[in-house]
């Protein structure tokens, strides 16, 4: 190596070489063979206690370069007598073993006098250098964090950044001469704006379909969020409205157009409603929005946003997940409206925390929220989730007391149900600002039983618990309410008698068979809200396969398939599912070679 080259001669070459030097050998060396092993040993320890090291010998042991120059530095510094070294130099001679006296018969004579050396001024300590640039270590190291190292700055531009400004977003570069298909698009749109019943999605959507591709490109930006707002107003999401949504959403991105925070939104309560029981599928797709929304559109999430992804995590069962996404929300600063704190209450029922339940409903009345019959029945179903029947009963006896009940209740359908909560969260601004009039806003609330109250209570005590009687009260008080009936409380009865029917049961073959006609005479009276889909036609031939024979379930499944509006692919559903359920009452071999 070179650097061996150079320094050979040396203790640093015989150290670093590990090699034996040729200079030691042939001259007089510090351990030379004429050295007994205790002189040896006596100038080692000397040389050790010169050099500062207060110890005393060790065993050897493997030392790196870095430490090994070090100690070699000072073996050399300690061993070198005043007349033989240079007052001005810090260096080493690298023949100084040959111009050395050497006593090896006396180790504690090794008194060393360190040559004084002259204070340096600064002038002095910057003339050791030759010349300086007229440059600074900030500029140097900005010059090596360049990347062309070269000083070729990049070119200035362009710097391209999403806006979401109003004017940009509203940019839209399309020829205002718009065609017939455009035009059809806007009325329709503006008349289920405006009249929701008057039209439906479907006829909408087909408009948007006869648009030419790219079809984004020929609306504009006001038409284009009217659409958005319009498809995502379903009453109940499913995965054909899921998938309706998130077409349009696709062709707005692959335009090059921005989502508002709104329609992100939307998008993510549909990835995650569109299924009946949110599982951790949909809350990982959540998620998904949620992380392209912040970090790839930078579009920050809104309170909804937290709303939307706390339901869903609480829903999906993970409730750890749940408690994060709400810490976050509080770190954010964003304040608990209504949705929060009914989200909160059910988030407590979940966990079978009753004790919470009571907290959260407690801390939302003292933060001025209008207390009406949605937040009672998030209420109750805590309770019943808990096991706390009495207290759900209360709080139902509570909401039928007549100075807040009234036997004369509006319709309250999906579009009045979200007119109403927009105004209870109105008046809840409104009171913060304004306590004096909180009681006249609560005087308002409707905390009466509702369709939702009675689904909750005929479900937990008919399926689950099996009590006909609390059932029978429950549809009696119904009809006191003017409470229509609805496919809910249809499904739940019918689960009912297929779990708990059976010989010796209350739930008989007779109560099934009234039940069944006051459900037919419903659906052909075309009673609203009320129609046959894949759930309903499962539970009614799982509570007759109990009770009845073989032709008696293939005439329920005929009139059933009679009424019903199912798709190819959900009839062949039904198909397979009553070939099934056949083979688990054992009426298989009897049914073979009839066609369902």
């Not at 739930?507 to 052909?524: E, H, K, T």
């Not at 009424?563 to 359920?581: E, H, T």
Request: charged share 20%; proline share 4%.
């Amino acid at each position: 190596m070179r650097i061996s080259i150079r320094i050979d001669g040396s203790i640093y070459g015989a150290i670093l070489s590990r090699r034996p030097s040729q200079t030691l050998i042939s001259g007089p060396l510090l351990f030379g063979p004429g050295v007994r092993d205790g002189h040896r040993e006596a100038a080692r320890g000397t040389l050790l206690a010169a050099a500062g090291c207060g110890c005393t010998a060790r065993p050897r042991k493997k030392h790196t370069i870095s430490s090994t120059l070090i100690f070699a530095r000072h073996i050399g510094s300690t061993v070198a007598t005043r007349g033989c070294r240079p007052s001005g130099s810090s260096s080493i001679n690298p023949f100084f073993f040959f111009s050395r006296n050497w006593n090896h018969t006396d180790a504690n004579t090794a008194h060393i006098v360190l040559p004084t050396q002259e204070a340096r001024s600064k002038q002095e300590l910057l003339e050791v250098v030759d010349q300086y640039d007229d440059t600074s270590v900030e500029e140097h190291l900005e010059f090596l964090r360049d990347p062309y190292l070269r000083r070729y700055a990049p070119a200035d531009g362009p710097n391209v950044v999403v806006s979401n400004s109003e004017d940009d977003v509203n940019l839209q570069s399309v020829n205002y001469g718009q065609t017939m298909e455009v035009r059809q698009l806007q009325e329709a749109v503006l008349l289920k704006l405006r009249r929701p019943a008057a039209i439906d999605l479907d006829t909408v959507f087909d408009l948007y379909l006869s648009l030419p591709e790219p079809r984004v490109l020929h609306i504009t930006a006001r038409l284009r969020h009217q659409l958005l707002a319009v498809l995502g107003m379903v009453q109940r999401k499913d995965s054909k409205s899921m998938l309706r949504y998130f077409s349009v959403v696709t062709d707005v991105k692959n335009s090059g157009f921005p989502l508002t925070v709104r329609e992100w939104n939307t998008a993510m309560s549909f990835a995650s409603r569109y299924v009946g029981t949110s599982t951790v599928v949909e809350l990982e797709a959540a998620l998904h929005l949620w992380r392209e929304m912040e970090q790839v559109s930078g579009v920050k999430a809104s309170a909804v946003t937290f709303n939307i992804l706390f339901d869903v995590a609480s829903k999906a069962g993970k409730l750890s997940l749940a408690e994060m996404i709400y810490q976050e929300m509080t770190t954010r600063g964003f304040p608990f409206n209504r949705y929060h704190h009914v989200s909160l209450i059910h988030y407590f029922g979940l966990k079978h925390d009753s004790s919470g339940v009571r907290a959260a409903y407690k801390e939302m009345v003292q933060a001025g929220e209008v207390i009406d019959s949605t937040v009672l029945n998030c209420v109750i179903s805590g309770f019943l989730r808990c096991g706390e029947e009495e207290s759900a009963e209360r709080v139902y006896e509570k909401m039928k007391e007549p100075t807040r009940a009234t036997t004369v209740l509006p319709d309250r359908n999906y579009t009045m149900q979200k007119n109403i909560t927009k105004v209870l969260m109105m008046f809840a601004k409104v009171g913060k600002r304004h306590p004096d009039l909180r009681s006249n806003f609560q005087k308002t609330a409707l905390i009466s039983p509702d369709l939702q109250t009675y689904r909750l209570l005929i479900n937990h005590y008919g399926r689950k618990l099996g009590d006909i009687a609390k059932v029978a009260q429950f549809l009696d008080e119904m009809k006191l309410y003017n409470i229509p009936l609805h496919g809910a409380i249809f499904l739940a009865l019918f689960k009912a008698f297929g779990k708990h029917g059976g010989a010796g049961s209350n739930w008989s073959a007779q109560r099934l068979d009234s039940v069944w006609d006051a459900f037919l005479d419903a659906i052909d009276d075309e009673t609203e809200e009320l129609y046959i889909n894949t759930w309903m036609a499962m539970a009614i031939l799982r509570a007759f396969s109990i009770h009845s024979s073989r032709d008696q379930i293939l005439d329920i499944y005929g009139q059933l398939k009679s009424r019903w509006s199912l798709d190819p692919a959900s009839s062949q559903f039904m198909v397979d599912f009553l070939s099934r359920l056949m083979q688990e009452r054992g009426f298989l071999a009897q049914s073979r070679g009839i066609t369902l």
